[in-house]
């Protein structure tokens, strides 16, 4: 057993505070990712992934599907990311999912009025504070613009609607909009959903794939940007069905910051696991508690620093006005905390809007265990009335009619009753109606879903990832950087190296490229400098394991293999290669123990 350095210094240390600044440079340098159409002066908030970045990006999606879609028994989709515009009024994104912007008088340059707060004051969630209070804040901390230095007091916070739109189709083309999420997809799809689920509860819907968001100002390379990908997890419970069995996660470690711990002078984050925090009420939801052990165990396996990273909860008034409650997945990049995932319950908010804005039904029928007998209020309108007095209306104010009557009996209580078509109000007499209570016998009954949503951001943690793996050290008094990336989501899985330039050292080394690749590996070759040189290239991409055929494997038939962060290197058997790589890849065997 031997290394290429000092074994003390081969462990490694992250870099400094300036680790992000030496990762963007350093991913852009080795194909990791890099700022789209460059040729063209580049457009702010796009990125694109080189070789590196979407090995890496496709193994980190991949380990999401095998835990939260197949581990779990939760089907998946691929939908459309261009939805037509009723879809986004009746889901509230056109009159609701705004930021806040500032701009600058003197540079015209828009600004996140939040991010600007957060970045100059001790205030960390701006985010949550009405535009009246930011505006305050900017003009009682004299806040000025990032880019020239202007004072920013006094400049108006207007809210800005982040829905990219377009159009579909031509001439008298239908308005659509890119997708700002991916569950909008999901939730559309509901009425079809539930068949293949053969509508019991509950059940799960997965999807990864892009998200569009306008944002004012990207910032922090792929940390925020206009086009993203989401891997979102819908799944759909009884309202007054059964809580998850939590014992699989309940000793799950955790770090958490409620949010009564943020708002106390003295508030901390609690060091607990999930069952505890279950018990003492500190999450309040058990479906959230679910999710959030499996997150946690997640994040550890595909190498998030489980030292830099907590769950946080949203303070009442960044919180969603649909979600009873809301978690956040951060992690700690140079000094800041940034969101990785949320796990919100949505309710059936989403479904109940969709219900009522489309042609389709959005309920599961829930059999009853015994028949019961119910009061139902219902409706039998005398169309002989409406039809002569709202003419094309008629229909849509029965369909009112029928909607409100199962929702706010009370409605009916007065002498007319008043629907609302199309923004235009109407009223009907109540004895127009045929309103009455019955009673009846029912098998089940209607109803519609609550939402658990674990919706995580792929590319940040892609970036997250490589920032926690990256280390500095020296090798035979050489500076060495390099990314310890987990074997599970690492680009590369084997570099295989000839010694020297030679035939038969090369030809013997094409042939064990060719082994391990059959063996599902990920492999590169390289015969391009000196072997310490391609020793350092593949350990700044963060390949875990390099081989090299040198004239001593031409006698014995075994090779060299090192590994990427101890820098040891052990003889193996040729014949024992492709096995034993394969069994290092899976996690059944340890370099250490070979």
């Given at each position: 057993?031997?290394?290429?350095?000092?074994?003390?210094?081969?462990?490694?240390?992250?870099?400094?505070?300036?680790?992000?600044?030496?990762?963007v440079?350093?991913?852009?340098?080795r194909?990791?990712?890099?700022?789209?159409?460059?040729?063209?002066?580049?457009?702010?908030?796009?990125?694109?992934?080189?070789?590196?970045?979407?090995?890496?990006?496709?193994?980190?999606?991949?380990?999401?599907?095998?835990?939260?879609?197949?581990?779990?028994?939760?089907?998946?989709?691929?939908a459309?990311?261009?939805?037509?515009?009723?879809?986004?009024?009746?889901?509230?994104?056109?009159?609701?999912?705004?930021?806040?912007?500032v701009?600058?008088?003197?540079?015209?340059?828009?600004?996140?009025?939040?991010?600007?707060?957060?970045?100059?004051?001790?205030?960390?969630?701006?985010?949550?504070?009405?535009?009246?209070?930011?505006?305050?804040?900017?003009?009682?901390?004299?806040?000025?613009?990032?880019?020239?230095?202007?004072?920013?007091?006094?400049?108006a916070?207007?809210?800005?609607?982040?829905?990219f739109?377009?159009?579909?189709?031509?001439?008298?083309?239908?308005?659509?909009y890119?997708?700002?999420?991916?569950?909008?997809?999901?939730?559309?799809?509901?009425?079809?959903?539930?068949?293949?689920?053969?509508?019991?509860?509950?059940?799960?819907?997965?999807?990864?794939?892009?998200a569009?968001?306008?944002?004012?100002?990207?910032?922090?390379?792929?940390i925020?940007?206009?086009?993203?990908?989401?891997?979102?997890?819908?799944?759909?419970?009884?309202?007054?069905?059964?809580?998850?069995?939590?014992?699989?996660?309940?000793?799950?470690?955790?770090?958490?910051?409620?949010?009564?711990?943020?708002?106390?002078?003295?508030?901390?984050?609690?060091e607990?696991?999930?069952?505890?925090?279950?018990?003492?009420?500190?999450i309040?939801?058990p479906?959230?508690?679910?999710?959030?052990?499996?997150?946690?165990?997640?994040?550890?396996?595909?190498?998030?620093?489980?030292?830099?990273?907590?769950?946080?909860?949203?303070?009442?008034?960044?919180?969603?006005?649909?979600?009873?409650?809301?978690?956040?997945a951060?992690?700690?990049?140079?000094?800041?905390?940034?969101?990785?995932?949320g796990?919100?319950?949505?309710?059936?908010?989403?479904?109940?809007?969709?219900?009522?804005?489309?042609?389709?039904?959005?309920?599961?029928?829930?059999?009853?265990?015994?028949?019961?007998?119910?009061?139902?209020?219902?409706?039998?309108?005398?169309?002989?009335?409406?039809?002569?007095?709202?003419g094309?209306?008629?229909?849509?104010?029965?369909?009112?009619?029928?909607t409100?009557?199962?929702?706010?009996?009370?409605?009916?209580?007065?002498?007319?009753?008043?629907?609302?078509?199309?923004?235009?109000?109407?009223?009907?007499?109540?004895?127009?109606?045929?309103?009455?209570?019955?009673?009846?016998?029912?098998?089940?009954?209607?109803?519609?879903?609550h939402?658990?949503?674990?919706?995580?951001?792929?590319?940040?943690?892609?970036?997250?990832?490589?920032?926690?793996?990256?280390?500095?050290?020296?090798?035979?008094?050489?500076?060495?950087?390099?990314?310890?990336?987990d074997?599970?989501?690492?680009?590369?899985?084997?570099?295989?190296?000839?010694?020297?330039?030679?035939?038969?050292?090369?030809?013997?080394?094409?042939?064990?490229?060719?082994?391990?690749?059959?063996a599902?590996?990920?492999?590169?070759?390289?015969?391009?400098?000196?072997?310490?040189?391609?020793?350092?290239?593949?350990?700044?991409?963060?390949?875990?394991?390099?081989?090299?055929?040198?004239?001593?494997?031409?006698?014995?038939?075994?090779?060299?293999?090192?590994?990427?962060?101890?820098?040891?290197?052990?003889?193996?058997?040729?014949?024992?290669?492709?096995d034993?790589?394969?069994?290092?890849?899976?996690?059944?065997?340890?370099?250490?123990?070979?």
């Amino acid at each position: 057993m031997t290394t290429d350095g000092d074994p003390d210094q081969a462990a490694g240390a992250p870099a400094d505070d300036r680790t992000g600044e030496k990762l963007v440079e350093l991913a852009k340098r080795r194909g990791y990712f890099f700022q789209a159409s460059g040729a063209y002066g580049g457009v702010g908030g796009f990125y694109t992934f080189g070789p590196q970045g979407a090995a890496l990006k496709g193994n980190v999606e991949d380990a999401w599907r095998e835990r939260f879609a197949v581990a779990e028994g939760n089907m998946e989709i691929d939908a459309p990311t261009i939805m037509p515009e009723p879809v986004f009024e009746a889901s509230g994104h056109l009159d609701t999912f705004d930021d806040m912007l500032v701009e600058c008088p003197d540079c015209g340059e828009s600004h996140r009025a939040d991010h600007v707060v957060e970045d100059d004051t001790e205030y960390e969630d701006a985010e949550s504070l009405p535009i009246p209070e930011v505006e305050e804040v900017i003009a009682e901390y004299e806040l000025i613009c990032p880019d020239c230095g202007a004072g920013l007091a006094g400049q108006a916070v207007e809210p800005f609607n982040l829905m990219f739109a377009t159009t579909i189709g031509p001439g008298d083309s239908q308005p659509g909009y890119l997708r700002p999420e991916t569950a909008q997809g999901i939730f559309v799809e509901f009425p079809r959903l539930k068949e293949y689920a053969r509508n019991q509860l509950p059940f799960g819907v997965a999807q990864v794939g892009r998200a569009y968001r306008n944002e004012i100002s990207p910032r922090r390379s792929i940390i925020r940007t206009r086009e993203f990908t989401q891997a979102e997890l819908e799944y759909f419970v009884d309202p007054e069905g059964e809580e998850p069995d939590i014992d699989d996660v309940a000793d799950v470690d955790v770090r958490l910051y409620p949010a009564a711990e943020q708002t106390a002078d003295d508030g901390t984050v609690l060091e607990t696991t999930i069952g505890e925090a279950v018990d003492d009420g500190t999450i309040a939801d058990p479906w959230i508690a679910y999710y959030l052990g499996i997150a946690r165990e997640w994040y550890e396996s595909v190498g998030v620093d489980m030292d830099r990273f907590r769950f946080r909860q949203h303070l009442a008034g960044e919180r969603s006005h649909y979600a009873s409650d809301c978690w956040d997945a951060e992690a700690e990049l140079d000094g800041n905390w940034i969101e990785l995932a949320g796990f919100a319950h949505r309710g059936d908010y989403d479904l109940s809007k969709h219900d009522e804005y489309s042609e389709d039904r959005y309920t599961i029928f829930q059999q009853y265990d015994e028949p019961k007998t119910v009061e139902r209020a219902v409706v039998d309108p005398d169309m002989s009335y409406l039809g002569p007095e709202f003419g094309a209306d008629a229909g849509a104010i029965v369909d009112e009619l029928e909607t409100l009557a199962e929702r706010d009996r009370t409605a009916f209580e007065g002498e007319a009753v008043e629907v609302d078509i199309e923004g235009e109000s109407h009223e009907i007499p109540v004895e127009k109606t045929g309103f009455a209570v019955e009673e009846r016998t029912e098998a089940g009954e209607h109803v519609i879903p609550h939402v658990i949503e674990p919706s995580f951001g792929v590319d940040r943690l892609v970036y997250t990832v490589c920032h926690h793996a990256y280390r500095e050290d020296e090798v035979d008094g050489e500076a060495r950087t390099y990314l310890a990336l987990d074997p599970k989501v690492a680009p590369t899985f084997v570099g295989v190296f000839p010694l020297q330039s030679d035939d038969e050292l090369e030809a013997t080394a094409r042939e064990i490229v060719d082994e391990l690749r059959e063996a599902g590996l990920a492999v590169t070759y390289d015969d391009s400098g000196n072997i310490g040189r391609r020793y350092r290239r593949q350990d700044e991409v963060g390949t875990p394991f390099c081989v090299t055929i040198d004239y001593e494997s031409l006698e014995d038939d075994a090779v060299t293999v090192r590994e990427r962060d101890s820098t040891t290197q052990k003889r193996l058997p040729i014949e024992e290669l492709g096995d034993t790589v394969a069994a290092l890849r899976a996690g059944d065997a340890s370099f250490e123990d070979l």
